[in-house]
């Protein structure tokens, strides 16, 4: 839980090749009561590695339900303005009783509109600022061309927000935002997709092939990355073994993602299976122990992926909507009739 | 800030007695002013968003073994006459997420971070200060602030809800609860070795939690506390570590609010110097007295342009008076408005404007100055000026009078304004034996000299817990 193993383990991931790290986040523990649910927030320990990492993309999960979106906002422009165009956004849902609890409000009803009203609102504010709002015009004294700045007088069904943010346009005009399938379901207004890349499962590999063609088919702009939970032979033990003990605790990572128990030879023939299919952008490798799986992956499966040019390593200096062939949007206010603010 | 009073100078500091022979200065740096401190139109001006501008500017207060780099907060843009407010800096980084990439690239420094307490959640404050917390490995404040406009709340969920009157009954209630979060987590006080399940329902906040992060090297964040109303100062007394003032440039008025703080801590039951005094100032220095006060002459000519002139009388005016001649005089009329709105995150909210353009007016007919001259003689007091060994001086006066703890400096330039402290003023303090020669803490609760936080005081410490806990 310190700073220098964070930042440890995100470096290993960086130097194995990996394209993005995402940081898991709750704000109510899987175990009430229990120090072993120690967390701490996810785009507090994203931007602690902003600059201890150089090419890896960073994507904190943060939930569309309860937390400000304002906040949101600002936090995930702030994170890639400090990673240099490197972040992303996990969009994610929270169902239940003990979020609100902790927020002191009603649970919220309708969970599909409250997420894309946040995501909508987000991508508004990030283009609040326009990319040249800043003039320094030394001449007549403004720092800032107070037409290229934007309110965006947003109004949802249990929200609103006037805007403009309050920070800049980050680098990437609109950091990469991350769902799982069904999570926030677009589109947003005017048709807007408000899901750069969406996460997919399948409980064999025909689904979850299946499942990133249905994303792409719906959306040619949009990446479909498969999860993959990953439990590999290792440090003496076998993946069957290590999970045999992680169920004991508890079934480990229930779901319907596509999970892979057993050698590293089975992963890869795996990950090229999948790789076969045009629609699957990628995968997220969601690893049962880091500091277990992690040396393996770096060791005997990044390398062959690289070998056959079924991956590369992220580029420093490239943004990561760059490592996931993603443009930079246009900022939707660009040249707008003068808005108020 | 524009302080509608004109500034005094300092009167005979010598005058008053020194207390504690053996203090030393602290120091922290606050990035980056607020109005028009901040000069962007110099060349050495860098970016004011750039990560790089941040780092540089933190690790040269490391450098001179400063206790903290402070980052202010503002919810909304500043606007006047209903239009975004273009002639100073502005746009910046959410500063929790900022201060998490500063740790990682300093190693003692304190990092403070100004929250407010109307527009955010309880957990999610608490959860990211702790986070911060940790991961700096206890190098983490927050600077409470009460903000609590309506013309804020518009970027929030619950909109302007919060009536000016209670911003510090809210404040208070949702320290409280932090700090329960804070010390849910087992240690020697929770030896069974489970969680603290957080239930906190006040009238202005309703909390019930399983907290998840863990406790920090330092216990809590360190709580700074930044707010001058009678209201603030009691909740500062009663709660915080370090009050961020005002008042540290003339020293006479340094001590009345030193001495107005202490008697409040008293009365809520803490030892007199348990709430550290840290004003924020601005230094110039230069080789002679002659050199610094042609800088500082520069300086504010930079930050007062003939635009921020225009724009600082056309506030009191409530019209835009954009048309004038900055090197002219006054407006021959008076202001049409009488009381100013609170509207547009002006520091002016309340202002009688025709007292103050009566003075104002005063002013200007006595030492015959322009609409730009009027502007930078009542911008604020201008701090500490003259050469690196007479600053210090003062420096070590202000503290060892007993008046102040340290000082939070506003650079006036990003991100070189504080290579002359570091490298000019800060060996004159050591000289002096008034300033650390190297840091003999990791945490920025030891770097300050503070107790153990308050809810954490062992069996003696009943008062303050719940002088601490007040309100939930
Ligand atoms: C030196 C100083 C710095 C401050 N910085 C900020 C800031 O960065 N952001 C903010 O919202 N409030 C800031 N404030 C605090 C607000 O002014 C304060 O919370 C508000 O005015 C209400 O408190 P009061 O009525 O007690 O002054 C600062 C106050 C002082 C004295």
Redesign the pocket.
């Known amino acids: 839980m310190s700073g220098a193993r964070l930042a440890r383990t995100v470096r290993h991931a960086e130097n194995a090749g990996l394209t993005f790290v995402t940081f898991a986040d709750a704000v109510v523990p899987a175990v009430p009561g229990s120090p072993a649910s120690a967390r701490l927030d996810a785009v507090t320990r994203a931007a602690f590695v902003a600059r201890t990492t150089t090419a890896v993309g960073l994507v904190p999960e943060v939930p569309t339900t309860y937390p400000e979106p304002f906040h949101v906002a600002t936090q995930l422009a702030s994170l890639d303005l400090t990673a240099s165009g490197r972040a992303g956004w996990l969009a994610s849902v929270t169902p239940g009783d003990a979020a609100p609890a902790a927020y002191g409000r009603a649970p919220v009803a309708d969970l599909d509109r409250e997420a894309r009203d946040v995501v909508q609102v987000v991508r508004d504010l990030w283009d609040s600022w326009e990319d040249d709002a800043v003039v320094r015009d030394v001449a007549t004294g403004r720092y800032v061309d107070r037409d290229r700045i934007h309110r965006v007088d947003f109004v949802g069904a249990s929200f609103s927000v006037v805007g403009p943010l309050i920070t800049p346009r980050p680098p990437q005009g609109q950091p990469v935002v991350l769902a799982r399938s069904g999570d926030v379901a677009g589109p947003g207004r005017d048709g807007e997709r408000l899901v750069d890349v969406v996460l997919v499962g399948g409980t064999d590999v025909a689904a979850a092939r299946a499942a990133a063609r249905a994303v792409v088919a719906a959306d040619p702009g949009a990446r479909a990355v498969v999860e993959v939970q990953v439990v590999l032979d290792a440090a003496g033990r076998t993946g069957a073994d290590r999970l045999a003990e992680l169920d004991a605790a508890g079934p480990w990572a229930p779901g319907t993602a596509l999970r892979h128990v057993g050698d590293p030879a089975g992963l890869l023939a795996l990950l090229a299976e999948l790789a076969d299919d045009p629609a699957v952008a990628g995968v997220r490798l969601l690893a049962a122990s880091l500091d277990t799986d992690l040396p393996v992956l770096a060791r005997e499966v990044l390398p062959a992926l690289r070998a056959d040019r079924r991956t590369a390593a992220p580029r420093s200096g490239a943004t990561l909507r760059d490592h996931l062939g993603l443009t930079r949007p246009a900022d939707r206010f660009a040249g707008a009739a003068r808005a108020t603010a | ?1 524009t302080d509608p009073t004109p500034q005094t100078r300092p009167a005979d500091e010598t005058a008053h007695p020194i207390t504690r022979p053996g203090a030393e200065v602290h120091l922290g740096v ?1 990035f980056q002013g ?1 109005n028009h401190t901040t000069i962007w139109s110099d060349p050495e001006s860098g970016s004011q968003t750039d990560f790089a501008s941040f780092e540089r500017v933190a690790r040269t207060a490391e450098r001179g073994l400063f206790d903290a780099f402070f ?5 909304r843009l500043r606007e006047s006459r209903g239009r975004l407010h273009d002639l100073d800096v502005v746009g910046r980084p959410d500063a929790i997420t900022q201060l998490a990439a500063l740790a990682a690239v300093t190693e003692r420094i304190g990092l403070v971070a ?1 929250q ?1 307490t109307t527009y955010n959640d309880p957990v999610d404050l608490a959860r990211r200060l702790a986070s911060l917390d940790v991961l700096s490995g206890g190098r983490a404040a927050w ?6 406009n309506a013309w ?1 709340g518009e970027n929030f969920r619950r909109g302007g809800y919060l009536d ?1 009157a209670r ?2 009954d809210r404040a208070e209630q949702v320290l409280a609860t932090a700090r329960r979060i804070w010390d849910a987590w087992p240690d020697a006080d929770r030896p069974d070795g489970s969680v603290a399940r957080v239930e906190a329902h006040g009238d202005l906040l309703d909390v019930a939690i399983d907290p998840t992060t863990p406790r920090s090297p330092q216990g809590h964040p360190v709580i700074f506390q ?8 009691d ?1 500062a007394a009663r709660s915080a570590d370090v009050i ?3 008042h540290g440039s003339v020293l006479a008025d340094a001590l009345e609010f030193a001495a107005d703080i202490r008697a409040r801590a008293v009365a809520a039951g803490r030892p007199e110097d348990d709430v550290k005094i840290f ?2 100032t601005a230094i110039v220095v230069g080789d002679t007295p002659a050199e610094a006060e042609e800088k500082a002459r520069w300086v504010a000519r930079q930050q007062v342009t003939p635009a921020t002139a225009l724009h600082v009388v056309g506030t009191i005016w409530a019209e835009d008076l954009s048309g004038y001649d900055p090197d002219g005089p006054l407006p021959a009329h008076d202001p049409v408005v009488a009381e100013l709105g609170g509207e547009g995150g002006s ?1 002016t909210t309340g202002a009688r404007t025709h007292e103050v353009a009566a003075r104002w007016r005063a002013l200007a007919e006595a030492e015959g100055l322009s609409i730009r001259d009027l502007v930078i003689r009542v911008s604020g007091e201008r701090g500490f000026v003259g050469t690196p060994s007479a600053v210090a001086d003062r420096l070590v006066r202000f503290v060892r009078t007993g008046s102040v703890d340290g000082f ?1 400096i506003s650079p006036w330039i990003i991100p070189s304004g504080l290579d002359d402290i570091v490298d000019r003023v800060v060996p004159e303090l050591q000289e002096r034996g008034a300033y650390r020669t190297a840091y003999t803490g990791t945490t920025l609760r030891e770097h300050l000299g503070l107790r153990a936080p308050l809810t954490r005081r062992g069996a003696g410490a009943a008062d303050a817990r719940e002088a601490a806990l007040a309100g939930v």
């Open positions: 800030m606050f607020v980052l202010g907060e503002g919810l100004t407010n600077n409470v602030v009460t903000t609590d804020t000016h911003r510090y930044a707010g001058d109303s009678a209201q603030g100062r909740f961020f003032s005002r004003p924020g520091s939070n």
